[in-house]
């Protein structure tokens, strides 16, 4: 089996900072791209950021030069700093994690339960 646990969000004024942590756990042969998606209310689900197993990363054009998604492959641990948070980044924060479970299948994706992040003054 595979765990995913990801830290708490909260409540953050805007200008302000948060760092998102997701750990994975179990059942792990090795780990592929890890990422962050997030859904605002009455929105669909979107790419927040990526990052390959050899540390390329992709970030959504609404948070570029404000979040940074970086990894700890010794931890199996995906992180997402998040800077100069504005209200419309609002959302629950779900990670997402590549997981190869064994040498012989192919990777599966595995979801976080979904941390939520409210900017609000």
């Known amino acids: 089996q595979v765990q995913l646990v990801e830290s708490e969000g909260g409540l953050v004024q805007p200008g302000g900072s948060l760092r998102l942590s997701c750990a994975a756990s179990?059942?792990?042969?090795?780990?592929?791209?890890m990422g962050w998606h997030r859904q605002a209310p009455g929105k669909e689900r979107e790419l927040v950021a990526i990052?390959?197993?050899?540390?390329?990363?992709n970030y959504a054009d609404s948070v570029k030069g404000r979040f940074t998604i970086s990894r700890d492959n010794a931890k199996n641990t995906v992180y997402l700093q998040m800077n100069s948070l504005k209200p419309e980044d609002t959302a629950v924060y779900y990670c997402?994690?590549?997981?190869?479970?064994?040498?012989?299948?192919?990777?599966?994706?595995?979801w976080g339960k979904g941390t939520l992040v409210t900017v609000s003054s």
């Open positions: 997402n994690v590549d997981i190869i479970r064994s040498s012989i299948v192919a990777s599966v994706r595995y």
């Open positions: 179990g059942s792990i042969f090795s780990i592929n791209a």
């Open positions: 990052i390959t197993s050899g540390g390329s990363t």
